[in-house]
């Protein structure tokens, strides 16, 4: 039976091996991805960690603690860019690193999970000399190790709801010497702008951990509000890079009336929402009706 634990993950592969095996032809760099696979497993164990399985060149490690995963991750980089027995007449090879922190399954020799998905998607989103990871390993950083992460981007995963923040490790001491001062360093430093719904007293956050909110009578709706104007899936409130969309999937839509006194009214169509207001489903958004569904953006 799998035990459950939180574990960093960490994916490292060869950047470009099948144009190394036709450049090189198939003895060589056999051999060369087989150093890679070598330096990759000291490295791991040398921190601690343990090595879950090869994949013809990419290996995957864990580890119980996040600083131990990333100067596993950085003594990779370190010494495959600088090992002379890797170089060859198209350039040098060079790996790809993708990590992140979650609940795992352990299962036998194997572990399984969401988390596992994540640090592997974080490695296809890495280039050649590239750490890539996610808030949820920056959180879990030493400070000295999130001084040295960088935001760069958001990634949808596969499985997961909400988007992922992605962050680069600058591994190599020019890159942390270079990086500019107002580049955040971590996920706790970082405010994410959040949209309110609010109905009878409930309300759903849009854009923390959630990116779309639904709305309509039937009971598998986030917001469920209850009427003869109303469809099943009458609406939903979608979060994306800070940014808030209303998107109409009734048949009779959805108004919306500003704080500012903006009407607005959407059929099969979507909309911005900034700032607050009412939500009205089938209807026209009246604030004193108890059909009323208020939104705020907060800044």
């Known amino acids: 039976m799998g035990r459950d634990v939180e574990l960093a993950i960490v994916f490292a592969d060869v950047v470009g091996s099948t144009q190394l095996y036709e450049q090189l032809g198939d003895d060589q760099a056999r051999d060369m991805v087989a150093r890679c696979l070598e ?4 490295a791991t164990e040398s921190e601690g960690g343990s090595v879950i399985k090869t994949m013809g060149d990419e290996i995957m490690s864990t580890f119980e603690q996040a600083d131990p995963a990333m100067n596993a991750a950085r003594r990779m980089q370190e ?3 600088a090992d002379p027995a890797l170089a060859h007449d198209g350039g040098h090879v060079a790996i790809r690193i993708g990590c992140h ?26 280039k050649a000399g590239q750490i890539i990871t996610t808030a949820g390993m920056v959180d879990r950083l030493s400070a000295e190790w999130r001084s040295l ?12 709801a909400d988007e992922v923040l992605l962050f680069e490790v600058l591994w190599q001491p020019d890159e942390a010497t270079n990086m500019l001062p107002t580049v955040g360093f971590g996920a706790s430093t970082r405010r994410k702008r959040r949209l ?14 959630r990116k779309t909110a639904t709305l309509g009578r039937s009971d598998d709706n986030d917001v469920i509000v209850r009427g003869n104007l109303i469809s099943r899936l009458h609406a939903r409130v979608e979060a994306s890079k800070d940014r808030f969309t209303l998107v109409d999937e009734s048949t009779n839509g959805t108004f919306v009336r500003t704080s500012a006194g903006e009407e607005l009214y959407v059929r099969r169509d979507s909309t911005p929402l900034t700032g607050e207001g009412v939500i009205g489903l089938g209807r026209v958004a009246q604030p004193d009706s108890d059909l009323a569904v208020y939104y705020h953006v907060e800044d």
């Open 79 to 81: 010494i495959i860019s």
């Open 196 to 209: 309110t719904l609010r109905f009878q007293g409930t309300d759903i956050i849009v854009g923390e951990g």
């Open 39 to 42: 330096i990759m497993r000291e």
């Open 101 to 126: 922190f979650g609940p795992v399954v352990e299962e036998l020799h194997d572990v399984v999970g969401s988390a596992v998905h994540t640090a592997n998607r974080m490695t296809s989103q890495a």
């Open 149 to 160: 992460c960088r935001e760069i981007d958001v990634a949808t995963i596969r499985g997961r």
